[in-house]
């Protein structure tokens, strides 16, 4: 079973190594990478991905319903769009977004940006 230990296909656990997790083009963002790590198909009540946004792309500034957004900050740098303006956002950084609280996500020209994101519930 490709990125899972053997055992844990049946366990409620996953486990992904850093050889299975394959960054995909988001499907609403241009110059936005995503690597699903977790989600609705696991039958868990997160979404957990990784995104890395390249030098100079927004995400815009959006609302999610019904879920919470947890956004952690591996690597690089960037604008986050909270309580209604721009907020310099970089490694090690950390931010909750309560659901329908506007926020976006905005990269400089310096390199690509690195985020941890958690849903919950999960988006996908």
């Not at 996500?105 to 985020?115: A, D, F, I, S």
Request: net charge neutral; proline share 6%; with cysteine.
């Amino acid at each position: 079973m490709t990125g899972l230990d053997k055992g844990l296909e049946d366990a409620m656990a996953i486990l992904k190594r850093a050889d299975s997790i394959k960054l995909r083009p988001h499907p609403r963002f241009d110059g936005v990478q995503m690597a699903k790590l977790a989600g609705k198909a696991d039958g868990i009540r997160l979404g957990v991905s990784l995104l890395v946004i390249s030098p100079g792309v927004q995400i815009p500034i959006h609302t999610h319903a019904e879920s919470v957004d947890s956004i952690y900050c591996l690597s690089g740098s960037c604008e986050i769009y909270l309580s209604g303006r721009w907020r310099s956002f970089g490694k090690g950084d950390y931010c909750l977004v309560s659901p329908m609280e506007e926020h976006g996500v905005r990269c400089g020209q310096e390199g690509e940006t690195r985020l941890f994101v958690v849903h919950s519930p999960p988006l996908f």
